[in-house]
């Protein structure tokens, strides 16, 4: 299992009710299922990836977060989880909205365009970045709504959200992130972990 | 029918009382089970049949010579696995292979009931079955599952038994019969009805057989179980042994001769009365209207995981009918699952062999069983 997701799953307590969005193969969720006795749902836009997770006994939606979030009631999880998709959406400040209505809390994870490689990759070879977290063309990447971690940071500050942890994670480096270090943590993480709340 | 073959039937002696207000006793239920019950009766199977299906789900049917409706699913390996779990299935009541229907007797007048047989729904259906569970004793069915019609009663019987179940799998179907749903099932009554064989139903006792409107109906009905494209690529505009137009009505097209012989096969098996009530029974169907419009309530008291599935070329009962019960069960915090298959094979996807859909089954089923 990715770093990323264990970093995730250090932040959610035992016992709690978790939705993971764009859930992927259920990876996150059959290791919180059994290690941490959570009740666990995802949504899964991809059809294969659902049928992944039916294979490992997970309950899954085949949906988009964008339109169907909608009908889950008002903090009915404990937790809701999206990794690194909040990028893809067409409007991810809805989708921050709603991950904030359905859970008590959001963990949200983005791939950072302030990290010093993609930063240096721009710079000096003037073509947009390719890195282990960004790994797409531009014409074929799936991320519309690139940031950086100082991006979202502002961006959650400005909203009045809660920030109740912040991590800047380099390879297996898991690292706090404050207010005297964001400029430093936006250049050397290739991964921001938030852990939020409206 | 079939009076010279022995069906499996269960002679339900408690008084059943139907939507429509009449009560039946000491009627039958026909029904079929393949594999067998565990010592812990915590495998079994509820299968729920469509419009036209019967307790004949897998092997060779004893009437038709055909394999069962769902054998594609269900039988040993296979999806529904008859090595691990007892799958039952049960002929409705109104329907014409043993269970209590329209062409059984009335016991007031001693005459064959054709259209006095009262009108049931598919409440009264799950009901009926119902019986099935302490027939063998069964404290909990670890699945209900059923595709169409079939799913109907799955949301139904979960609404009515919400103790009864641990796992259920509505398939390609819907809670409430659309406007569209009614219009295409009332063609089909429309047919049958307006073959002047069908003598107001009374067609058996006067020797008589409504064969031609019954079939028309089923003609209809599988236009509606197959997608434009699936027809399009298994006929076309292909002649039926023939190398040009003949400027005839004569079946020119390989479209044609294919639909005239689905009706000239099911006027051997079906009896047009059950077509009547059983259709009827569908478009009766309106779960959330049994709860002030609110779908969510029928689900309330469950704990029953759900497994919804539809199929992207079905147009019948499409992904948002079956979502739209994905959506009142999670307005609850209910445990659902869902996945839309892809498929060009049309409603009629469930009875075939479409890989993604039984390796979804298969999947769903083993890993519940494991972690119950």
Same mark, same amino acid.
């Given at each position: 299992m990715k770093n990323e997701f264990k970093v995730i799953a250090n932040l959610i307590d035992k016992d709690r009710r978790v939705l993971d969005v764009?859930?992927?193969?259920g990876t996150l969720m059959k290791f919180l299922k059994d290690n941490k006795n959570i009740d666990c749902r995802g949504m899964e836009i991809s059809k294969s990836k659902v049928q992944k997770c039916i294979e490992k006994g997970l309950t899954v939606i085949e949906g988009n977060a964008e339109k169907d979030l909608i009908q889950f009631p008002d903090k009915s999880f404990d937790y809701a989880v999206l990794s690194q998709t909040l990028q893809a959406f067409l409007n991810p400040e809805l989708v921050i909205n709603e991950l904030l209505r359905v859970g008590k809390k959001a963990i949200v994870t983005i791939p950072n365009f302030g990290y010093w490689k993609v930063r240096l990759h721009l710079l000096t070879k003037g073509t947009m970045p390719i890195t282990k977290t960004l790994p797409d063309e531009w014409y074929n990447t799936t991320n519309l709504h690139m940031c950086t971690i100082k991006d979202f940071v502002f961006f959650v500050k400005s909203r009045n959200f809660k920030i109740f942890k912040s991590l800047a994670l380099n390879n297996k480096n898991v690292t706090l992130i404050n207010n005297s270090n964001l400029g430093f943590k936006n250049l050397i993480a290739d991964l921001g972990i938030f852990l939020i709340e409206k | 029918m079939n009076k010279e073959l022995k069906l499996k039937t269960l002679f339900v002696q408690k008084p059943l009382e139907l939507d429509c207000g009449k009560i039946i006793q000491n009627f039958p239920i026909a029904y079929e089970t393949y594999g067998s019950l565990n010592e812990k009766k915590d495998n079994a199977v509820l299968a729920f049949h469509a419009l036209t299906g019967d307790q004949f789900v897998t092997g060779t049917n004893p009437i038709t010579k055909k394999d069962g409706w769902w054998s594609y699913a269900v039988? @040993? =390996? #296979? !999806? +529904?696995d008859t090595n691990k779990y007892f799958v039952i299935c049960s002929n409705v009541?109104?329907?014409?292979?043993?269970?209590?229907?329209?062409?059984?007797?009335?016991?007031?007048?001693?005459?064959?009931?054709?259209?006095?047989?009262p009108v049931i729904t598919i409440n009264d259906m799950v009901n009926a079955q119902y019986n099935l569970l302490e027939h063998f004793g069964?404290?909990?069915?670890?699945s209900v599952v059923g595709g169409s019609m079939g799913g109907m009663q799955v949301l139904q019987f979960v609404s009515n038994f @919400? =103790? #009864? !179940? +641990?796992t259920a799998i509505p398939i390609a179907c819907t809670y409430s019969h659309s406007a569209q749903n009614i219009a295409l099932n009332e063609l089909g009554r429309q047919a049958i009805t307006a073959d002047t064989n069908w003598s107001e139903g009374n067609y058996t006792i006067e020797n008589k057989n409504p064969n031609k409107g019954l079939a028309v109906a089923r003609m209809a009905a599988h236009i509606t179980y197959l997608s434009k494209k699936g027809l399009q690529e298994k006929f076309g505009r292909k002649l039926q042994e023939r190398d040009d137009l003949k400027f005839g009505f004569d079946a020119d097209f390989q479209i044609e001769s294919y639909l005239r012989y689905q009706g000239s096969v099911f006027v051997d098996r079906f009896d047009a009365n059950s077509y009547l009530y059983i259709t009827r029974a569908m478009d009766y169907f309106d779960l959330a209207k049994q709860f002030n419009n609110n779908l969510s309530d029928a689900f309330k008291k469950t704990k029953t995981k759900f497994f919804i599935i539809s199929f992207t070329s079905d147009w019948l009962y499409p992904t948002q009918e079956n979502k739209d019960i994905v959506i009142a069960l999670n307005a609850i915090g209910a445990d659902v699952g869902f996945v839309e298959i892809e498929s060009d094979k049309g409603h009629d996807s469930f009875l075939l062999d479409v890989p993604d859909f039984l390796k979804a089954i298969k999947n769903f089923l083993n890993k519940s069983y494991l972690n119950n």
């Open positions: 764009g859930c992927g193969d | 039988g @040993p =390996n #296979k !999806a +529904i009541i109104g329907g014409c292979m043993g269970s209590y229907g329209p062409s059984h007797q009335d016991p007031d007048t001693k005459k064959i009931f054709g259209a006095n047989f069964i404290e909990k069915l670890f @919400p =103790n #009864k !179940a +641990i």
